[in-house]
């Protein structure tokens, strides 16, 4: 596989690297069974990530992986690409041969259709679409996630607080390296960020619900709770929770990996 400086998507020529000029995003780390991580790897959309780049679920003591669930909100603003949508993530990190440790995307669910086949068909992200609402990168952000037409309702939701937390100073440079599988083969996805208007929330912050009904929405909504609750994401405390205001990035073309 090269690196492209284009694809087309839904008949619209996408360069790379992709803006987002304008986003918020609020979210909170946790520590999952790794033995668990890997069997939600292996039996789902990206198991190629396992399977063929050889990559690990990164084991702490104690058998522990770092998990991560985020809220993000793009805004409806000139140079966004991908348009103004939500989107509510779950990620792992893995060790992989040869690149280190990097970020795997598990879940990805958006509520539009644009970023939908834009996300799986140029990075390999696993979108699917749901309805959501929420107020992501402010101090208190109540995300909810449901199937389509459920305006968020009954499915899993997310609090977020960091009205207690300590503020981030100035403009931060952040970095995110995944690792997903495009076209049947495990790809490296980077991109540049800067976020702005920072709180963290150390050792508390967040609570993930899984909500009446989650079980009954069926196909990807159940999927998503299932492995909150197999992850024990529900009934765990949080290492860290964090809300950015601003948030930009630049995202590449994938890279191959191996």
């Not at 980077?190 to 899984?210: C, D, E, N, Y």
């Not at 765990?236 to 994938?254: H, M």
Request: overall charge neutral.
């Amino acid at each position: 596989m090269t690196s492209p400086t284009s694809r087309v998507v839904a008949g619209r020529e996408i360069t790379f690297p992709v803006p987002v000029v304008s986003a918020s995003v609020s979210g909170a780390a946790f520590l999952a069974r790794s033995a668990v991580v890997r069997r939600l790897i292996a039996g789902g959309r990206q198991s190629a990530v396992i399977e063929t780049a050889g990559a690990e679920p990164v084991s702490l003591p104690g058998g522990r992986t770092p998990a991560i669930m985020i809220h993000v909100r793009y805004h409806d603003v000139p140079g966004n690409v991908l348009g103004a949508y939500h989107e509510i993530g779950l990620a792992f990190q893995l060790a992989v041969p040869g690149a280190g440790t990097l970020v795997h995307i598990h879940e990805l669910p958006v509520d539009q259709d644009f970023t939908l086949a834009a996300g799986n068909e140029l990075w390999g992200f696993p979108k699917w679409k749901g309805d959501m609402v929420g107020t992501a990168g402010g101090a208190l952000d109540d995300a909810r996630l449901g199937a389509v037409g459920s305006a968020g309702a009954g499915g899993v939701e997310l609090r977020l607080d960091t009205r207690v937390g300590l503020p981030i100073p100035g403009r931060q440079s952040l970095a995110m390296n995944c690792v997903q599988v495009l076209d049947g083969a495990p790809v490296l996805v980077r991109a540049q960020a800067t976020a702005t208007g920072g709180r963290m929330r150390p050792l508390s912050g967040a609570r993930v619900t899984i909500a009446p009904g989650a079980d009954d929405a069926g196909g990807d909504v159940a999927r998503f709770a299932e492995a909150v609750r197999e992850l024990g994401l529900d009934r765990a405390r949080a290492l860290g929770t964090f809300s950015y205001e601003k948030f930009e990035a630049e995202f590449q073309a994938p890279a191959p990996i191996g």
